[in-house]
T-cell receptor, first 110, second 117 residues
Framework: RKEVEQDPGPFNVPEGATVAFNCTYS??????FFWYRQDCRKEPKLLMS???SGNEDGRFTAQLNRASQYISLLIRDSKLSDSATYLC???????????FGSGTKLNVKP | DGGITQSPKYLFRKEGQNVTLSCEQN?????MYWYRQDPGQGLRLIYY???????QKGDIAEGYSVSREKKESFPLTVTSAQKNPTAFYLC????????????????FGAGSRLTVL
């Protein structure tokens, strides 16, 4: 079983749509959770950390459900510039090991 | 500005050759990592280092070697023993601490794209 699993997509949505990505992780001892954005042929960049209480940054909302070992990312009012691959990242209990999902590709269409 | 510098950005290698990818950081981070990414796939951990002169194998260390002689530097050598080295290689670093203070978060270099001819 993979440490982190994501729906690979692609998710094809029109501008202005709301889209949600989900991610599950297998290690119940995981301590830190993140969403990264990766543009084509570029390095991943931190989009937001995910806190137990849930957190919001503008159009982006991240939530964590420790009991179900599940992380989500909600993007409201999608922009063309949101088109990218979104990576779910989990710190695996040992703070120095990070595990990556395979990413969910988002295409926002005009 | 602080960051991670990887070089070269693009590298072509003939079969049977060893190549070394450079990774330098000025973030004063303790931990450094090398990941490999293949098209359409997630990142896989090759090696990581928590402190100078110490490093551990990741999930796909075979055919690779590293050194950590300085805190700032973590070069990766792709040896001829690596059967399928064509990939995008990413170096990253992090520091311990609370995520809420900005620590314990991975920061990446721009990557090195290796192609075997």
């Amino acid at each position: 079983r993979k440490e982190v699993e994501q729906d690979p997509g692609p998710f094809n949505v029109p501008e202005g749509a709301t889209v949600a990505f989900n991610c599950t992780y297998s290690n119940s001892a995981s301590q830190s959770f993140f969403w990264y954005r990766q543009d084509c042929r570029k390095e991943p960049k931190l989009l937001m950390s995910v806190y137990s209480s849930g957190n919001e940054d503008g159009r982006f909302t991240a939530q964590l459900n420790r009991a179900s070992q599940y992380i989500s990312l909600l993007i409201r009012d999608s922009k063309l510039s949101d088109s990218a691959t979104y990576l779910c990242v989990v710190n695996g209990g040992n703070f120095n090991k990070f595990y990556f999902g395979s990413g969910t590709k988002l295409n926002v269409k005009p | 500005d602080g960051g991670i510098t990887q070089s070269p950005k693009y590298l072509f290698r003939k079969e049977g050759q060893n190549v070394t990818l450079s990774c330098e950081q000025n973030l004063n981070h303790d931990a450094m990592y090398w990941y490999r990414q293949d098209p359409g796939q997630g990142l896989r951990l090759i090696y990581y280092s928590q402190i100078v002169n110490d490093f551990q194998k990741g999930d796909i260390a075979e055919g690779y070697s590293v050194s950590r002689e300085k805190k700032e530097s973590f070069p990766l050598t792709v040896t001829s023993a690596q059967k399928n080295p064509t990939a995008f290689y990413l170096c990253a670093s992090s520091s311990p601490g609370q995520v809420s203070s900005g620590a314990n978060v991975l920061t990446f270099g721009a990557g090195s794209r290796l192609t075997v001819l």
